[in-house]
């Protein structure tokens, strides 16, 4: 930690400012029991919630005698058992084993963000590891109980893979090959961070709107604009991205070619809120029967208090590029409570239910979690 002080008070050193550099230390631990029901077997697991994952950072900025501002971010991350990623095991061989879960991960730290940038009045541009210009896009959500439950519907479980039985026969499900798992009709919304080694700019608010637009390593480029204000006593948070993806080293065959994601949340002064997204991606060279993949989120919450709770709904068609229909419809609860300034105890139960031309027999995941975070 003291290494990571002396890094960030470096800054002192940027020429033509006589202020000293402002440096924060922040962040977040955030745990919770996830049990899951797959049809085969029920497990529980101590894992992260990947909504919020545990980490911890540095943000400095320094002022500048220009009327800018020179700023930092450092910001890595601790992510044992991610509640998007842990999965069943086959303990046994062939059809007698049964789906369990690993007793753990490997526990790393890792590098979430680290870039460095300047602002002023006609908005901010940062250079380094850091979230594109359309990570957010998805997820604005104003509603209650957000600690547990957001648009990322593929947070809680979505790593873990549909089971199918036939007769005395298990199997994992498919399409064109392919497990299917919540996370993957999720089309990657599952909390993580859109990240990468990205040139980004930031424009200044006018009138509620602003916008991002970012070029990453690798030639994807993103663009999002974003509203948040208030009418007639309804605040509103939304916005509307889209991603270009570079194909360049993948133009043959059936591959991504864009992305179109948006989100639009109401809160009202009486704490009912609700919030509705939609996510897409644009294939290039489908072929007949593949269709484009899509995932439609709603939910509806209520806050009073310190207590909140919500229930949503989510549609899924497509991840896989094959002309056999596959579609995933999931549906939640959660409440959750602020026992003071960033501590917050939460819980959800979630089910995923997943259904693909001709093949019979796929069982529903049921998960269930109890959580707890706590933010500095």
Known sequence: MRHLLLAATALTAVAGSAMAVDVKLYGTVNKAVMGYDDGRSAETNVVDNNLESTRFGLAAEKALDNGMAASALFEVEQNSNASNAITQNSNGTGNNGTSR????????????????????????????????ATDDAFAHDLTAATSVMNPNVGAWGGGLVFQRKNGATWSNAQAGGTNLTPGLFALGNDGALGSADAIRYNSPIFNGFNGSLSTSQGGNVDATVRYNGEVAGIKLD?????TMVNSATTNYGVHQETATMGSISALHNSGLGATLAYYSQGLKNKTAGIEDPSLMYAKVGYAWDAYGVAVDYAAAKDPVAVSTDHEMDSYGVAADWTLADGVVVGATVRNYSADVTGVTGIEDIMVGVANMRVKF
């Open 238 to 242: 939304g916005a509307l991205g889209h």
């Open 101 to 132: 879960t690993p007793n753990g991960s490997t526990v790393t730290l890792t590098e979430r963000m680290a870039r460095v940038g300047l602002s002023g009045e006609w908005g901010g541009i940062y250079v380094g590891q850091q979230d594109v």
